[in-house]
């Protein structure tokens, strides 16, 4: 059964970076769309970065553009999501997401990814 496992959050002062690691298990990572969302304290879930089945398509927030690279390790089973130059207003939940549906594609909304892990939460601040 497909299961996905976030890691790597943890507190981090402004300017610095964190890489988070989504691990899929039970489907190979080739066959699965991955998505990384966040939710803040007092707001809605938001997407922040995705990418396809092949790994030639990905997607980013506004907001995280320049500054958040996602990629993609198949021998690992592993999305990962590089952090860069972090702010206080990134501070959240980082969930990630896996969907077999989507094909050459991946999207930043909530539909269609059906797997979600656990979370991982993310801090930034002085």
């Known amino acids: 059964q497909l299961q996905v496992v976030e890691s790597g959050g943890g507190l981090v002062q402004p300017g610095g970076s964190l890489r988070l690691s989504c691990a899929a298990s039970?489907?190979?990572?080739?066959?699965?769309?991955i998505g990384w969302f966040r939710q803040a304290p007092g707001k809605e879930r938001e997407g922040v970065s995705c990418v396809s089945r092949s790994g030639g398509a990905t997607d980013y927030a506004d907001s995280v553009k320049e500054r958040f690279t996602i990629s993609r390790d198949s021998a690992k089973n592993t999305v990962y999501l590089q952090m860069n130059s972090l702010k206080p207003e990134d501070t959240a939940v980082y969930y990630c997401a896996a969907t077999k549906s989507l094909v050459g594609l991946c999207v930043l909304t909530d539909k269609p990814y059906d797997r979600w892990g656990q979370g991982t939460q993310v801090t930034v601040s002085s």
């Open positions: 039970g489907f190979p990572l080739d066959y699965l769309a």
